[in-house]
């Protein structure tokens, strides 16, 4: 009694504006919900002064409510679709509008700054609604939405006076003009990174050219396919400063002033530390970059169709480099050439050139992983596409990086085994989760039984997300997933013979998550309902295009089954595929 | 083109309901995507079910039946070859810009030559409230497309899809009554922006042409003045 009065006490000797004042140095949300959980007077404290919100599941709560709690937010991240939406698993129409929150917070915060989504919908008249509301707003950072054209765009250039940043990473614009870059004002200077990477047309080129001249903060430019690369060394020349460069379609006919140009662009960059796009390219070019590569330190060639051996005379003078994504034609000696070179290497991802193929195309296999591993002794973040591995070159890369932290491996061809002993991959797995103790994302593939299942339950202790497509055998392997991993916050499952028997075991351990995504499992349409019933803090969706679930037996398996934790309660936006499993029973349709 | 060595022969080019024998994949991450018919021939002998057919329930539980068995098949028999939804997982975004290739002036490079591009268009149907987006390259005939779409719109069906029988292009009033009536037909914009109906061109020239799929009726198909004197022209086309 005596100690809680003391902190009590203490607690209520510092003035609020000196916790205000030690809380602003705070700024994770993670951290934030700590402090929040103190005491009263300190969730009281923190809430007033959290200037950023981050919302992982938009249905997780409604704006009102964060509204309610946090009444001065500056900043605000929104992620709406589930992960697999962006492989065309998610019908369209599901979901994730953005609007309900744009139209509460115009009214609710007009000091926004910021705001962040990430599979979203977004529309024009929403578009237009922010910049219309937010007179201070700054950030606009749209990845993978869709839902709007360009004469969004046009709105928030000609309104937002302060905006620095303008990012479309990945979005599906639908490209009506071009000339909504025109509606920056002239007086406008105070860009700081443009991404359009994602636009389908050409934009007005002049206007791009005189707005990143007028900008002298310019940092970031991405530019799209369209843009043509004899107009590169102008647009530099107006932009020596750029520290993050995404170049257009890497191709022109071969003139040499064109290529001397550029190249003595690219020389007066001298803050250049990352390139992306090249797209097309045209080799011959490539030497244009090289005063840049010792600098780099980021490096994205995953859309240059270039060969192993012009792929590694570039990435050979890239020594600084941190991460490399690439297509599979730099090859396992190209990757040989990456652990010999690039001693600071944090994240490599190696896309497939020709995914759907029968036969490899590529000399790349597990060796070029097992290079890299061997070599660099920062990596600790693979995306790595191949057709084949063994369970041996995953042991050796468990071994090597211990530090390993987001571990996705996709081999091409579902269920395949090791190919020197034919066994499944579960050791090879297995070492991986048990020696990288901080492993926070894994992606599987490969043939894999229950036992790999059980390995992940034992040592996966710090796994946050975890992908599974056409791996185990039963309901065990679920049931080892969902009662061993401590930290998962996220299960994606496609095609493996999952049924009910686990996911009614471990139903509480869904309160725990923020969503498990289940499709072409064995999940009944009965323990779906089970589930939505006893779990009223979980929304349970069904999605089934065959048409409403309960004209089929409850033991028919439903197709998609999407389930997340909730304070907002069932949404009302839903398609007409998708049903949410209800506290009270039965539909009554 | 030259012609697959078969004289144009009325029954081929009628345009037949169901898949004989029934099943057939369909829709997305089917298996079963083989048809007996498909063996080398081309163009408008493909059956082309203009109508969609709401599937009774005993065809779907057949179909669901079998894509569980599908699932719990030996693991260490890969599945069939046709490709399956989503799988690998390259992301929509790259697929699209993998794809579109610029003309590459100079060099010859190897490019990706077997990237077998997605053409992912939106669907729409009139009176339905959502779009949906399909990824052509899924399918391998009109009739899979049309199965898929049917799955596609069922939830929303109103039972006007009838029960008239198939559509015989050959007959030019019965296409005609066809257009005229309430039943729903698939059109199609192509890439020059005019509006057609599904089924008149050989199935990759539709995927390559084809920029957005509208569900409508067909009374409304002829005040959008599709020319059907073509589309009977064409059927004579020799290949």
Request: glycine content about 8%; hydrophobic content about 40%.
């Amino acid at each position: 009694m005596q100690q809680q009065q003391k902190v009590a006490a203490l607690s209520y000797s510092f003035p609020e504006e000196v916790l205000e004042h030690v809380f602003s140095f705070i700024d994770s949300t993670k951290d934030r919900g700590s402090i929040s959980l103190v005491c009263k007077s300190w969730y009281e404290i923190e809430r007033w002064c959290r200037r950023r919100v981050f919302v992982g599941n938009c249905y997780a709560i409604t704006p009102a409510m964060v509204i309610k709690r946090f009444p001065k937010v500056r900043s605000i991240t929104l992620k709406g679709k589930p992960h697999f939406a962006d492989f065309n698993l998610v019908p369209e129409g599901w979901g994730g509008y953005v609007c309900p929150w744009i139209k509460a917070m115009a009214v609710a915060f007009p000091c926004l700054e910021e705001i962040k989504l990430k599979r979203m919908v977004i529309s024009d008249d929403c578009l237009d609604l922010i910049a219309k509301s937010f007179k201070n707003f700054k950030v606009l950072v749209l990845i993978s939405c869709e839902g709007f054209t360009t004469d969004g765009l046009a709105s928030i250039a000609a309104n937002c006076r302060n905006l620095r940043e303008l990012d479309l990473r990945e979005s599906e614009v639908e490209d009506i003009c071009g000339h909504w870059l025109s509606h920056f004002p002239d007086s406008y200077t105070s860009l700081v990174s443009l991404n359009i990477s994602c636009l389908a047309n050409e934009v007005n080129f002049p206007a791009l050219e005189r707005l990143v001249s007028r900008c002298p903060n310019m940092h970031t430019l991405r530019l799209n396919r369209a843009a043509p690369l004899d107009k590169l060394a102008n647009l530099l020349r107006g932009a020596p400063q750029l520290v993050e460069l995404g170049t257009g379609a890497y191709t022109s006919e071969m003139r040499p002033e064109v290529f001397t140009n550029l190249a003595a662009a690219f020389s007066g960059c001298k803050q250049m530390k990352g390139l992306s796009g090249f797209w097309d390219v045209l080799p011959s070019y490539l030497p244009a970059v090289y005063p840049v590569c010792s600098r780099l330190t980021s490096l994205n060639l995953s859309y240059a169709t270039i060969q192993s051996p012009d792929l590694i005379k570039l990435v050979g003078q890239c020594q600084s480099l941190q991460r490399l994504w690439v297509l599979d034609y730099i090859e396992d000696a190209g990757l040989d050439m990456l652990a010999a070179s690039c001693k600071d290497l944090r994240e490599l991802r190696v896309f497939p050139s020709d995914p759907f193929g029968l036969e490899a195309n590529v000399a790349l296999t597990e060796q070029g992983l097992v290079s890299v591993s061997e070599g660099c002794p920062k990596l600790h973040s693979v995306l790595y596409f191949c057709r084949q591995m063994t369970n041996a070159a995953l042991n050796t890369i468990a071994r090597n990086r211990p530090n390993m932290t987001r571990f996705r491996l996709c081999i091409i061809e579902p269920r395949t085994p090791d190919y020197l002993t034919l066994q499944s991959l579960d050791s090879g797995f297995g070492a991986i989760v048990e020696h990288c103790k901080d492993l926070q994302r894994l992606s599987l593939s490969g043939l894999l039984t229950d036992r790999v299942f059980e390995h992940i339950g034992t040592y996966a202790k710090k796994l946050e997300m975890l992908s599974v497509a056409f791996a185990g055998d039963s309901d065990l392997g679920l049931h080892h997933v969902l009662s061993g991993c401590d930290n998962l916050r996220k299960l994606e499952i496609r095609d493996c013979p999952f049924g009910d028997k686990a996911l009614l075991a471990n139903a509480a351990k869904l309160e725990t998550m923020r969503s498990l995504w289940m499709s072409s499992c064995s999940v009944s349409y009965g323990a779906c309902k089970l589930l939505g019933q006893k779990l009223p803090r979980l929304n349970v969706e069904v999605i089934d295009e065959r048409g409403p679930p309960n004209l089929r037996p409850d033991s028919n398996p439903v197709e998609k089954l999407y389930i997340y934790r909730t304070i907002s309660g069932p949404r009302l936006d839903m398609p007409g595929y998708v049903w949410t499993m209800e506290d009270d029973s039965a539909y009554l349709e | 083109m030259a012609t697959m060595g078969h004289g144009l022969n009325l029954k081929e080019t009628e345009l037949c309901l169901g898949l004989p024998g029934g099943g057939g994949g369909g829709g997305g991450g089917g298996s079963e995507v083989e048809t007996p018919r498909a063996s080398g021939k081309r163009g408008f002998s493909e059956t082309v079910d203009l109508k969609l057919n709401l599937q009774t329930k005993e065809d779907l539980n057949e179909k669901s039946a079998s894509k569980e068995k599908t699932l719990l098949k030996d693991p260490a028999k890969p599945p069939a070859k046709a490709q399956v939804v989503g799988w690998p997982p390259v992301r929509s975004y790259r697929k699209n810009m993998m794809a579109q290739k610029v003309n590459n002036t100079e060099d010859t490079e190897k490019t990706t030559s077997n990237t077998t591009a997605a053409a992912f268009v939106k669907v729409s149907m009139d009176g339905a409230p959502y779009l949906r987006k399909v990824d052509l390259t899924m399918y391998k005939t009109y009739k899979d497309l049309s199965d898929a779409l049917a799955k596609m719109f069922s939830s929303f069906t109103t039972g006007n899809y009838g029960a008239q029988g198939m559509i015989d292009f050959m007959n030019e009033s019965k296409l005609m009554d066809l257009l005229n009536s309430s039943e729903y037909v698939p059109t199609y914009e192509d890439k020059d922006g005019d509006w057609m109906l599904v089924g008149d061109v050989p199935w990759e020239m539709f995927v390559g042409s084809c920029k957005r799929l509208r569900i409508m009726k067909g009374s409304e198909a002829i005040g959008l003045g599709m020319h059907l004197s073509i589309y009977l022209a064409s059927i004579f086309w020799n290949y």
